[in-house]
């Protein structure tokens, strides 16, 4: 079980005029209560120190020197946008120069000024330009915005792709090769992005590395978190319409929503090729210095939704920058609700409780009986058949795949939810909330997030990988936590959630033939969402719906040879039948990440 508690010495180290008044400002807009839920959960004590992590991870000269010499096949010319302002100095050297040192040289740095007037910004630019032909510079008479001021430097632009570095920000020295080395090994995606890190004013320390899973829809309509360092096919940018004044401050966000609706092929590099300098004006280190952007950002989701004819309300997550979008529910359709069950009468009433507080009353409930003993279960079953449950009878021996599947044979629903019986809702509306999202074309199954009795996370999604084949994620997080970037507070797309609360279309179930029974008792709800993954359908993950799950902590061990057998059993079948995610990571995990703990953080090796 993980622990969870502050780092002292982190926190001391961290004190300084400017972070007490940034501390002071998050006090003010987030109330003491939740200030210091956030202030303990970044103090979190860490194995890996970032810093140390980073230099190992990042390529040394020798590696360097070979990527100047090499040839691709591909070599296009990208122009790197940068919007210009009254840049310090120091800040507008430095990003200069963090172009200027690629390893890849078929790049033109496009730079708008939005200041001409300003003396010692254009000194700096005209040195640069006639230093560097590569370096063009475009003058901006008036400052209208960062979007127009980027469509400038745009206008300028003459390379098959673009890329989006901010002023003050750097590149690292393999960012273009990466990016072209995507290019070639992948079949010329038009959208492209990396992860990420902060660094400190003065470049002595990175640290908040995000390392993000690849394209994620969910995520995205969440919060940007494709961010830097975002490229794309020139063309696309164009067709999209470029950059929008109206959506200033957001405006990257804007655009990387549109680029992504119309994209032929979105690549993610799992490689740090972006630093985002934090200082006293940077949204990166206070977000509530730019209410603006952030409203500006929940519209640009909006108007997203709208181009994809989905109909939802965005709202403002607790944390700014993040949001929270409730899909709207069509209609009322039929819900069947399987549950199955033996013995544990105590239990299962309080699940049914708990599911008759429903707002959502569409539903029905089948409980599937498996060779119960207890003369009681009997009673009870005749009890809520009077109430109109469904109560059928499995007679073979326990198998959770075949129980489901037989549980569906008897749904009347468009809609399953299969249901754990030591489970209790907390949520009234869940249903609404699943079907929600359920009903949505793309969208093949949705999960929730489940709490122990003691309120620390159950399940927040599973990771393919983590503990040798897949496990639940954030196992123990405090349920105040929001996990790694808010990932376990957000609605995101995920590879598998658990069985224990899972909707899935009625159609989706059907034409992936339902859980594989093979898969008696471990694994089968993993391997299902990885076929209906495989069918096109994504499993979102929504943590809005949140139930109890009785489950222990300390679960039964496998202590027999026959339940050994199956269990090893099982893990071959996973396997041989899903190689390929097993061997090459999860897409919506990140292989800089840990596959021996559960709450997101840095694999501890020496070079990735």
């Keep these: 079980m993980e622990t969870y508690k502050i780092s002292w010495i982190k926190f001391l180290k961290k004190l300084s005029p400017y972070n007490i008044k940034k501390g002071i400002l998050y006090f003010k807009h987030f109330g003491p209560k939740e200030f210091w839920v956030r202030l303990t959960e970044r103090f979190q004590t860490d194995d890996v120190d970032y810093e140390e992590w980073y230099c190992n991870h990042r390529p040394q000269e020798e590696e360097l020197e070979r990527q100047r010499k090499e040839k691709f096949d591909y070599m296009p010319l990208i122009s790197i946008l940068v919007p210009v302002y009254n840049t310090p100095e120091a800040f507008l050297k430095q990003m200069i120069q963090s172009v200027r040192a690629q390893t890849y040289g078929n790049w033109e740095l496009c730079i708008a000024n939005a200041n001409p007037g300003n003396k010692e910004v254009g000194d700096i630019l005209r040195i640069a330009s006639e230093k560097d032909q590569r370096i063009r510079v475009t003058d901006v008479p008036e400052n209208e915005g960062i979007a127009q001021n980027t469509n400038a430097a745009m206008k300028i632009a003459s390379g098959e792709y673009v890329g989006l570095l901010d002023h003050d920000d750097l590149l690292t020295k393999d960012a273009l090769y990466e990016v072209v080395k995507a290019l070639n090994q992948q079949e010329r995606p038009e959208m492209i992005y990396s992860d990420e890190d902060k660094v400190t004013t003065d470049l002595t320390e990175h640290f908040q590395p995000y390392m993000k899973p690849d394209f994620n829809l969910d995520l995205l309509r969440s919060n940007n978190y494709i961010c830097h360092f975002f490229v794309a096919k020139k063309s696309l940018i164009e067709d999209v319409g470029a950059f ?15 680029c992504s609706e119309k994209a032929v092929g979105i690549a993610h590099i799992p490689r740090i090729l972006y630093h985002w300098r934090v200082h006293k004006a940077s949204t990166a280190d206070n977000p509530a210095s730019k209410m603006y952007a952030f409203d500006a950002g929940k519209r640009a989701i909006e108007d997203h939704l709208k181009r994809c004819s989905q109909d939802g309300e965005v709202s403002h997550a607790k944390d700014l920058g993040y949001y929270r979008v409730k899909y709207e529910l069509k209609g009322s359709p039929l819900v069947s609700i399987i549950i199955p069950n033996k013995d544990e009468v105590e239990s299962l009433d309080k699940c049914l409780q708990s599911i008759e507080k429903s707002t959502y009353k569409n539903y029905e409930i089948i409980v599937v009986e498996n060779n119960s003993v207890k003369d009681e279960t009997f009673s009870y079953y005749k009890k809520i058949e009077a109430k109109g449950v469904k109560v059928v009878y499995w007679e073979k021996g326990f198998n959770y795949s075949a129980i489901n599947n037989y549980g569906a044979s008897y749904a009347k629903g468009d809609y399953l939810l299969l249901l754990n019986n030591d489970v209790e809702v907390i949520t009234p509306d869940w249903l609404e909330e699943m079907l929600g999202n359920c009903q949505r074309k793309e969208v093949g199954i949705v999960g929730v997030k489940l709490y122990y009795p003691d309120d620390t996370v159950q399940h927040a999604g599973i990771i393919v990988g983590i503990g040798g084949i897949a496990g639940n994620i954030f196992v123990g997080l405090p349920r105040r936590y929001t996990g790694y970037f808010h990932k376990a507070s957000v609605q995101q797309d995920l590879s598998a959630v658990t069985a224990a609360c899972m909707m899935v279309k009625r159609s989706v179930y059907e034409a992936v033939k339902g859980l594989d029974e093979k898969l008696q008792v471990a694994f089968n709800d993993v391997d299902f969402c990885l076929r209906v993954r495989k069918a096109g359908y994504l499993v979102v993950y929504n943590p809005y719906v949140e139930l109890y799950h009785y489950e222990s902590k300390t679960r039964g061990a496998e202590d027999t040879k026959e339940k050994v057998r199956r269990f090893q059993s099982e893990i071959e079948y996973m396997r041989s039948h899903h190689l390929d995610i097993l061997k090459n990571g999860d897409p919506m995990y990140n292989r ?17």
Aim: avoid cysteine; aromatic fraction near 12%; charge should be positive.
């Design 244 to 258: 929008r004044g109206e959506f200033n401050g957001a405006q990257d966000y804007d655009l990387i929503l549109r």
């Design 592 to 608: 800089n990440l840990t596959l021996t703990k559960w709450d997101y953080s840095l694999k501890n090796n020496q070079k990735g």
